[in-house]
């Protein structure tokens, strides 16, 4: 299993950007699609972004689609660049190891990180 560490969040007034940055150990990561999730207050866990095991391909949920990008290296990070931001954004973000190949089914998520606070003011 892979174990996840988040950092970057913060507060940013609206419009701002943002860079969340996750750190995987263990010897498996190329072979997780890795994702990431958020989620606000008195709200369910959403799907935000997910990126594939050769960081080829990439989804994004449409409420983030153009502001929003995943990457990933090879030196076992995982990224989500975070532009334009909106109120609406806050949220807990986590990042997440899934199984099988690129989708946005938290059901999939095998390891979860610990979420970083992220907070956009108006």
């Known amino acids: 299993q892979v174990q996840l560490v988040e950092s970057g969040g913060g507060l940013v007034q609206a419009g701002g950007s943002l860079r969340l940055s996750c750190v995987a150990s263990?010897?498996?990561?190329?072979?997780?699609?890795m994702g990431w999730f958020r989620q606000a207050p008195g709200k369910e866990r959403e799907f935000v972004a997910a990126?594939?095991?050769?960081?080829?391909?990439t989804l994004h949920a449409d409420s983030v689609k153009g502001r929003f990008t995943i990457s990933r290296d090879n030196a076992k990070k995982l990224y989500l660049q975070m532009n334009s931001l909106k109120p609406e954004d806050t949220a807990v973000y986590y990042c997440?190891?899934?199984?099988?190949?690129?989708?946005?089914?938290?059901?999939?998520?095998?390891?979860w990180g610990q979420g970083t606070q992220v907070t956009v003011s108006s």
């Open positions: 990126i594939s095991r050769s960081g080829g391909s």
């Open positions: 997440a190891a899934m199984s099988g190949a690129i989708n946005s089914d938290p059901r999939s998520v095998s390891s």
């Open positions: 263990g010897r498996t990561f190329s072979s997780y699609a």
